[in-house]
């Protein structure tokens, strides 16, 4: 069993940026590749980005590339999503979720899910 805690979302003004942080309990957190998905409103939840147990490895939605990284430290158990240059349609909450080694795209492979924190980017 693995739980994760997402925590640093809040309200932004438009071109400001975010630190989520994501840490994990439970099982060894380096045998785990971490995701990053969202979901608005009346919306599926999408895939934000990705990266495998290593950090070598990462992957993000067309959406966000060049504005979003995400990172992880083994050491601390935790996953990051640094979020720059926000944009009020990245409006939702963000959730990470936890899969063992290689991640994914697709919310319904990830095995562990947090419970989420609010951004809102107002215009």
């Known amino acids: 069993q693995v739980q994760l805690v997402e925590s640093g979302g809040g309200l932004v003004q438009a071109g400001d940026s975010l630190r989520l942080s994501c840490v994990a309990s439970?099982?060894?957190?380096?045998?785990?590749?971490m995701g990053w998905f969202r979901q608005a409103p009346g919306k599926e939840r999408e895939f934000v980005a990705d990266i495998n147990w290593s950090g070598g490895f990462t992957r993000y939605a067309d959406s966000v590339k060049g504005r979003f990284t995400i990172s992880r430290d083994n050491a601390r158990d935790t996953v990051y999503l640094r979020m720059d240059s926000l944009k009020p349609e990245d409006t939702a909450v963000y959730h990470c979720a936890a899969k063992p080694m290689v991640g994914s795209r697709i919310p319904s492979e990830y095995d562990y899910w947090g419970q989420g924190t609010q951004v809102t980017v107002s215009s």
């Open positions: 439970g099982r060894t957190f380096s045998s785990y590749a």
